[in-house]
């Protein structure tokens, strides 16, 4: 048995965010990540890009971490989507989203040192593949790694695993991704002009967002991305894909080499939490009292939603809570708040949260609020800067 004051299951950007806001509120934080390396789907999944901080409209909504991850990725340079104008002090215009494209190998050593500057243990290789609960709390969370099998305890825990894996072993009330995601097979090649990546494959897309033409899909097929026999079904028809579209590539310019595939399946939407509030693409320009930060739609210029604190818990089990993809909405809002500055905002929320109580259910709104806002977060729509 090993102790921790705050246990953060996934390594994703919503788990290195949690991990950073506990550990910067002096807690004893441990991070397990089935990887070797952080960043989730941002950079083992090569999805490298940080999608807005800002509603488009040039106002920036999302702050803290978010912003500070954002400026981490680019340290020694954008690979594209370069936000100067947002950076170079000469202020923000509605023609250009802060946002940016960085180097996913550079983002997942930058991160990684930047949690173990902040006292952060990070032990990679390592599943969580089970709980025990006692008096609507986890106990215990079981950790298979290269040692073999351990106990961990902790007075709270962020399931951050992006499937919401923690909560669905506590017996937590989850909802799966019922259109199922569509095959991508992003990689980076590089030629004569330099190194690019290459985003074969779409993002999904719900049905109420689409607008216009569809691209036509890889595939037909559909994954829900809970099953390891489907998964790798799935990884293996991403290769095949990677493969022929460089060999389509290389046809043109012989210079063309394969540089990077993805290591983890590129699969964006499994399974969340049913919190005890459920988030609405219609809830866009909503004052939540218990707003813990902000988000915009990447897709569109103009919405903005607070996120209530409500959507990161289910009074079920007291010292559980989410983060990043995992979190309470619905259907339409789920591809909106799967992405980086969301999974950022909601981090830092969960792991802020988690550094001050063992029971979500009787915690202080304003005390989280303060300190939230102390590290630079804005809460609510009306204190933006017009």
Known sequence: MKNYDVAVCGGGVAGISAALAAAREGKKVILFEKQYMLGGLGTSGLIAI????????????????????LKLSITYGAEGRYPENWLDGNGCKSDKRFEAQYNPQLFAILTEKLLLENGVDILYGSYVVGVSTQNNRITELYVENKSGKTAYSAVSVVDATGDCDIAHFAGVPTAHFEQGNLLAAWYYYTDSSGYHLQMVGEADIPEEEKTGSTPKPLDERRFAGLDGKEISEQVCLSHQKTLKHWLEKRESDKEATLS???????????????????????????????????????????????????????????????????????????????VIPCCAVTGQAAGTAAAMTDDFTTIDILKLQHKLQAVGVVLHEKDLKK
């Open 260 to 338: 990077t595939i993805a290591t983890i399946p590129q699969i964006r939407m499994t399974r969340k939490i049913v919190g005890e509030y459920e988030l609405s693409h219609t809830g866009m320009h909503t004052y939540f009292e218990d707003s813990i930060g902000m988000v915009s739609n990447w897709k569109k210029r103009g919405p903005v939603y607070e996120v209530p604190f409500r959507t990161l818990y289910n009074k079920k089990m007291k010292n559980l809570i989410v983060a990043g993809r995992c979190t309470s909405v619905n259907q339409t809002l789920w591809d909106i708040m799967r």
């Open 50 to 69: 940080y999608l807005p901080l800002c509603d488009g409209l040039g106002h920036q909504v999302s702050f803290g971490i978010a912003e500070e991850l």
